[in-house]
Structure formats: C-alpha cells, structure tokens
C-alpha cells in the first residue's frame, strides 16, 4: 500500500503539538510500579504529562521520566496504606498476581474484578 502524504495543519506562530505515545493500560487495568513497591488499578490516563511543574521537578534527576509519555492516575496501595498515584508508562508493570487491589474508593468507581482487570461502573463510562 502506498504512503499517504502527511498535510501539514500547523498553525504558523503556534506551539507544536508534543508526539504521543499509545497507551499500553487500560482504565481498570491492575498495574505494578516498575521500581517501587506498590501496585494499582488504573482509573484516567492522560496522554502526556499533565501534573504540576513543581511535582515533575520534585522527582530525582536521575529517574524523572520523560513528559511526553502516558501518564497514569492510580488507586493505589502498598503494605502500609492506599493512596492516590500518578505514575509515567516507563514505569509500570502489568501486575500478575491475580488479585484485587485494597482501595477504599474502588467500589465507587468499579464493579467486579476478574480475569486481572476491574469494570467500570456503568454511570462512570463515556
């Protein structure tokens, strides 16, 4: 098949728009950190990197992920308690475990959890 020539939109003066990588999880998706223990079901994506200057700054040099990746808003949970986690692809995991994640806001955002993954509420879905 043959290339299809790109059309240039762009707007002169106006800022490019970052390139966007897929998203490898899924919103119900359980997920574990890479490096850090803890794991979580994925309830939002955003395409890039859409936090705070201020908190991307707060990471360490040496392991602040690149921006423009997915990003990943997580239920999460560790031994000493749950949280709410916003974690960069690089840096997770499908967790395979098998088991449910220990969040006390998972039942108002999700029904059922099986097969590894939770389903969104009816009333939560686009």
């Known amino acids: 098949m043959p290339a ?8 002169p003066g106006a800022p490019a728009a970052p390139a966007i990588a897929h998203a490898r999880f899924s919103i119900g998706d359980v997920v574990r950190h890479r490096m850090l223990d803890f794991r979580g079901v994925v309830f939002d994506v955003d395409p890039v990197f859409a936090n705070t200057e201020e908190w991307y700054q707060s990471i360490p ?4 992920p690149s921006k423009d990746q997915p990003f990943y808003h997580l239920l999460a949970e560790n ?16 967790d395979e475990s098998d088991e449910p994640v220990d969040h006390p806001a998972i039942s108002g955002l999700f029904t059922e959890f099986s097969d590894g993954r939770y389903r969104l509420r009816r009333e939560h879905r686009h």
């Open 4 to 11: 299809v020539p790109s059309l240039n939109l762009a707007i």
């Open 61 to 64: 040099e040496g392991v602040r």
């Open 79 to 94: 031994a000493e308690s749950t949280y709410v986690a916003y974690v960069s692809q690089q840096n997770l995991v499908h």
